[in-house]
């Protein structure tokens, strides 16, 4: 028996309906998981990306929350390649290919980094933390010995962005610049400030929301100030926060190196591990009392 066509259209409707009511039903879920992560909720959040894994495996969201979830950075940068690869129109490729550009910079990989961080400039003009990235692309691009190709484009980033300002490093000769280009550009009020990189178990998605400081990564104890000065240098030379306070041990005086101000033990082990990866220095997250 044939389907006339005003029901055909009816069963078309009413699936459009239940597609449309189940999208929505997935963003909302996978936006209250990030919530959770961003707050350090962690255990409810693992108890909720389970239920989601569980029922939308192949959701972009849930492949990102996974990510920003992980302890081993290697994991981690694998999940936010897949999103990049087959969810490249999706609301989290910015923050998955923001994360792997700081990944690859964190491990002294900047041709790998500025690879990413250029992809996401060019697809991504609007992304919220878009002058980092524009940043930390030029330092990249410096680092790998790629100044010809770093003023191609930095001419395109000032021609796209004439209203934002820059950290603009001292190894660029603003004078290869084209004369209307280079009078755009707009240097940021001071050179020698860059964001801190994230590790990748850190979540970037809304810059309103700030760290709640619960933990800090201890990367070393020193008797000699010099000596936590020197490995304090090299941390912070790849773009991490470092304090170093004097603590008493019985007797002894000893200078403590701490990293970072991260939400969770989960984000504080992440940074942990790029440190460990790019340094070869060990380091351990301490709770905030």
Do not use: W
């Amino acid at each position: 028996m044939r389907m006339g066509k005003a029901r055909l259209i009816q069963i078309f409707i009413l699936m459009m309906c239940i597609v449309g009511a189940t999208s929505l039903v997935n963003g909302q879920d996978v936006d209250g998981l990030l919530n959770l992560i961003q707050a350090g909720e962690m255990d409810s959040a693992e108890v909720l990306l389970e239920e989601l894994s569980f029922e939308f495996p192949g959701h972009p969201g849930v492949r990102y929350a996974r990510a920003l979830m992980q302890d081993d950075a290697l994991t981690a940068a694998g999940l936010y390649k897949d999103i990049v690869r087959n969810h490249v129109n999706s609301q989290y490729a910015g923050d998955a290919l923001m994360h792997l550009g700081e990944y690859y910079y964190a491990q002294g990989l900047y041709f790998q980094s500025r690879e990413h961080f250029n992809r996401l400039i060019r697809l991504n003009p609007d992304y919220p933390d878009i002058v980092n990235a524009v940043n930390l692309s030029l330092r990249a691009g410096i680092a790998s010995r790629q100044l010809d190709s770093v003023y191609i484009d930095f001419a395109f980033i000032v021609e796209n962005h004439p209203d934002l300002a820059f950290d603009i490093p001292e190894d660029l000769d603003l004078t290869r610049l084209p004369d209307r280009k280079r009078d755009a550009v707009k240097p940021a009020v001071s050179q020698s400030e860059v964001a801190p990189l994230r590790g990748l178990g850190q979540d970037i998605m809304s810059p309103a929301i700030q760290p709640q400081g619960k933990y800090v990564l201890q990367a070393g104890a020193f008797g000699n100030y010099d000596n936590a000065r020197r490995l304090a240098d090299q941390i912070e030379s790849i773009g991490y926060t470092v304090a170093i306070k004097e603590r008493m041990s019985g007797d002894k005086r000893l200078f403590m190196i701490f990293v970072g101000d991260y939400p969770s033990k989960t984000a504080a082990l992440s940074v942990a591990d790029m440190l460990e990866a790019a340094l070869g220095i060990p380091s351990f997250p301490v709770e905030i009392n």
